[in-house]
């Protein structure tokens, strides 16, 4: 794992120059990359790379609502990566969740050896539940099988759930392809998160160990467009944070 107090230092002035600014100021950001691969030339080309990723997130996402598309691996390459949304107070699942685990259903049907990642932690005032936890549930008691199932019950911030998530998919190495079922609002920054994290993991040890090739998505409307620039910028900063990613 490439770590050290210099690559860490650099990564944080990086964070502080232009992950703030968003993707607006692409060309300023080249420059700054210029000069930053003269102290770290892999550092350099990993932030180039997720530059270019979360362009490309804000400008040619397309989302495929309600059900994945064809054409994915029929095997156990693929997982599904199933966002979570707060609970009730009382840990129940809000409309909003029971609506992606729905579209996770379809998704599980349709390409019955695919893994399923339930991600999401307690998050109800009075209960201990958490939102993989009742997600799993939920798709148990609708027909997935159990051994499907990663979870991944402690993340609280889409960040957290890459973060979180990418570590227990390290336990299933044949795993390549994701899949990001969330509602529609929360696709970008979702799959900006492991996109990032996974070209991150290929920065620290030589190797991807997946990318993110599809999504499928749960439509709120009245929701769109809050969860732009400003929230993926913020939670690129908490995923890439050395504090966060080598505690």
Not at 137 to 152: D, K, M, Y
Request: hydrophobic fraction near 40%; aromatic fraction near 8%; proline fraction near 3%.
């Amino acid at each position: 794992m490439r770590y050290n107090e210099t690559t860490a230092t650099l990564r944080d002035k990086i964070i502080r120059d232009f992950v703030s600014d968003g993707v607006e100021g692409m060309d300023d950001i080249r420059e700054i990359l210029a000069d930053y691969e003269r102290l770290d030339r892999g550092m350099a080309e990993l932030w180039a790379r997720i530059m270019d990723e979360w362009a490309a997130l804000n400008t040619d996402l397309h989302l495929y609502y309600d059900e994945l598309p064809d054409g994915l691996p029929t095997d156990d390459r693929l997982c599904l990566v199933v966002l979570g949304y707060a609970l009730e107070s009382n840990g129940g699942m809000a409309e909003e969740l029971v609506r992606r685990c729905e579209t996770a259903l379809a998704g599980a049907e349709k390409y019955p050896n695919a893994y399923v990642l339930v991600t999401g932690g307690p998050t109800a005032f009075l209960s201990d539940s958490t939102e993989a936890g009742c997600m799993a549930a939920w798709l148990i008691a609708h027909g997935v099988a159990e051994e499907r199932l990663i979870v991944e019950d402690q993340a609280l911030t889409t960040a957290q759930n890459a973060l979180y998530g990418a570590k227990l998919l390290r336990r299933f190495p044949q795993v390549d392809s994701l899949a990001i079922i969330t509602s529609d609002y929360h696709i970008a920054v979702g799959s900006l998160m492991f996109e990032a994290e996974a070209l991150a993991e290929e920065y620290e040890s030589g190797e991807k160990p997946f990318s993110v090739v599809t999504n499928a998505a749960c439509a709120y409307p009245d929701k769109a467009g809050t969860q732009g620039i400003s929230v993926q910028s913020a939670f690129l900063r908490s995923l890439m944070n050395p504090t966060a990613r080598y505690q």
